[in-house]
């Protein structure tokens, strides 16, 4: 539901989920419910800028590939410039001493995305594949001749990447290989977890909560059965006449997160308290059970079993360190920072000298003010009052942990593994490309308002806009205060001014009350999208009650179990060309985009020439 300003459209997107097609839908990841690795990056933090150079480096190497291959499929071939480095041996070609070999290409290859794939047939697509990569390195040398490893930014994320390279490289040969799983093992956890059954199940789906409990207690009380009330009540035509029965068994992984949940743990012939998904409020029932077959989920509990081992040995390997390193608290300076920081909560205000203070010690280091504060603001805490307790918590176990693992992998030479080396080279160099498209492809590049305008008048297949009804709401969490407001109204109360004062959807106080509504947005605001398709032109329609409605939509996003609205349909918007006012911002995002792919296109030529002699293509 798009909010709308009092006079023009606002231009905002919203994102939703598609519409299951399932009555118990697929979930997006298999056995979802797997043990989750910890985090044991907490402690070493470099500065914003370098956090923000990781975060879109890691994007960046795609963006570059993708813009320039979608080039190489949408326009005619540039002509290529020819290197004059002469290649011998195996490798594909070579870049400076970087020599490409068919491994590296061909795992290069493989991670381009098939729309951005050459459209050049046979030989021809893998050549223009290889000087992708070709540019890429020689961009990575442009970097490098622009100085821009000295930045003690990209200094310090290098460092960060070493650090988790390191740790993940020690873990894994001094606790990964550790591990040992037998065959008992794996068959007792598979006999003791709910998915080794497959489940025949019976469904009554129903569109709101007070009829889903109404009808449970009818169950549940005996007065009536699962399959009369289906039969009766539910809203899905396929199962209702057999009584709710699905005609086939459903395993783990072919249900939702929230199915599993309610459903597997139930005995045969139980029925699940109402419980809510997209489609709907279901109950549920469990017809049968049978097991699945060990084999085909075989590999799903090794790789279960294998990570709460892992964790386990992590944690008690983790805990040895702690225990080996004499970590201590340094009194005092635990009290003076502590003080200084419920002061200014996030923000003690210390002096240099004090943030280089050590605020912990062990047998080999310290840990300073600086990075006890680092520790607390990258653990949600950073706006938190904390005491001694709190602070010692997280420095043993998250921030001492990270800490030790990265001494411990150093002592043992890990920074000079392969592995290591091969992560730390591949985060140089999406660094220092990240580094280059900024200089050159984004800070200095401008986008005009022409250029704007022509790509919208160009192409304006890319500017539609969907169907939508405009509604004017107000929405509220009681439904005497609803029916009072609908009165107001009624009686000649200004609407907007209504929605402005009581209205608790978002941006009603900005708006009054204004939004558009579209089609695919019905799993969102279903209640209120089947009132607006129904509902004739300028009529008062409520108070219309809202099951559930989604928090992020709220001026104060918390859960509620139901609020009531009150609408008028203002206007229905065909499909249609946004008006180019509407379509500005989205219009300079483009033309801009269009314009880096040619800088880029350009820039690679460019560096083509200039690297001439320091790269080459295998005449084989």
């Not at 989920?17 to 989750?36: D, M």
């Not at 910890?38 to 923000?52: F, G, H, I, Q």
């Not at 622009?146 to 994320?157: F, S, V, Y």
């Not at 004017?472 to 009681?478: F, G, N, P, S, T």
Request: charged share 30%; glycine share 6%; hydrophobic share 40%.
């Amino acid at each position: 539901m798009r909010p709308l300003p009092c006079s023009t459209v606002r231009s905002r997107s919203t994102k939703t989920g598609s519409v299951p097609t399932k009555p118990w839908p697929k979930p997006t990841s298999g056995w979802g419910r797997l043990p989750k690795a910890k985090n044991t990056n907490a402690w070493p933090t470099p500065c914003l800028e370098s956090k923000k150079m990781i975060n879109n480096a890691r994007k960046w190497v795609g963006l570059a590939v993708c813009t320039f291959l979608f080039c190489c499929a949408q326009e005619p071939a540039a002509p290529v410039v020819e290197g004059g480095l002469v290649v011998t041996g195996t490798a594909l070609a070579q870049v400076g001493d970087d020599l490409i070999d068919e491994r590296e290409f061909r795992r290069y290859e493989a991670r381009i995305q098939p729309q951005h794939r050459s459209l050049a047939q046979g030989v021809e697509k893998h050549r223009e594949h290889l000087i992708s990569l070709i540019d890429i390195k020689l961009m990575v040398r442009e970097a490098y001749a622009r100085g821009l490893d000295k930045n003690p930014e990209w200094i310090k994320a290098v460092e960060l990447a070493q650090h988790k390279a390191m740790i993940e490289a020690y873990l894994r040969e001094q606790v990964g290989l550790q591990i040992e799983i037998s065959e008992d093992e794996l068959r007792a956890n598979f006999a003791a977890h709910p998915a080794r059954h497959a489940v025949r199940g019976a469904h009554i789906l129903l569109d709101s909560r007070d009829r889903a409990d109404s009808i449970y207690a009818e169950i549940e009380s005996g007065r009536a059965t699962f399959e009369d009330m289906a039969r009766k009540h539910s809203l899905d035509e396929e199962t209702a006449a057999d009584g709710g029965w699905f005609d086939s068994y459903y395993a783990f992984d072919r249900v939702s997160d929230r199915v599993y949940e309610r459903v597997f743990s139930l005995d045969v012939g139980e029925v699940s308290q109402p419980f809510r998904t997209p489609q709907g409020w279901e109950i549920a029932k469990v017809v049968d059970k049978k097991l699945v077959p060990f084999d085909k989920y075989r590999s799903v509990i090794q790789r279960a079993t294998f990570l709460e081992k892992i964790e386990n040995l992590r944690s008690d390997h983790i805990d040895k360190l702690v225990v080996e390193s004499d970590l201590r608290p340094v009194g005092e300076q635990v009290r003076r920072f502590v003080a200084a920081w419920n002061q200014q909560p996030g923000a003690p205000q210390l002096a240099p000298e004090e943030w280089a203070a050590p605020l912990y010690e062990y047998d080999d280091g310290v840990i300073t003010v600086q990075q006890g504060s680092n520790l607390l603001h990258n653990t949600r805490l950073g706006r938190a009052q904390i005491d001694s307790a709190v602070l010692d918590d997280r420095i043993r176990r998250r921030g001492a942990p990270d800490l030790l693992l990265g001494l411990a992998a150093e002592r043992g030479g890990y920074a000079e593994r392969p592995e290591v080396q091969e992560k730390v080279t591949a985060e140089k160099e999406r660094l220092l490309l990240q580094g280059l498209w900024e200089e050159l492809l984004e800070d200095a590049l401008e986008v005009s308002e022409e250029e704007a305008r022509a790509h919208y008048e160009a192409h304006p297949e890319m500017y539609w806009a969907p169907e939508e009804i405009i509604v004017q709401e107000i929405m509220v969490a009681d439904e005497s205060l609803a029916q009072e407001l609908l009165e107001q109204i009624r009686n000649g109360a200004d609407m907007a001014a209504l929605a402005t004062k009581h209205s608790i959807r978002r941006d009603a106080d900005e708006n009054g009350g204004l939004y558009a509504l579209r089609a695919f947005e019905k799993i969102v605001y279903k209640e209120l999208m089947d009132a607006a398709v129904s509902a004739p032109e300028r009529e008062l329609q409520g108070p219309i009650e809202l099951v559930d409605p989604l928090p992020a939509s709220l001026r104060d996003p918390q859960p509620l179990e139901r609020a009531f609205s009150i609408i008028k349909v203002l206007q229905r918007r065909p499909k249609r060309v946004q008006e180019y006012k509407l379509s500005q911002q989205k219009a300079h995002h483009l033309a801009r985009q269009e314009k880096q792919q040619r800088e880029l296109r350009t820039l690679n030529l460019q560096l083509r020439d200039k690297w001439h002699d320091t790269w080459g293509i295998s005449a084989d």
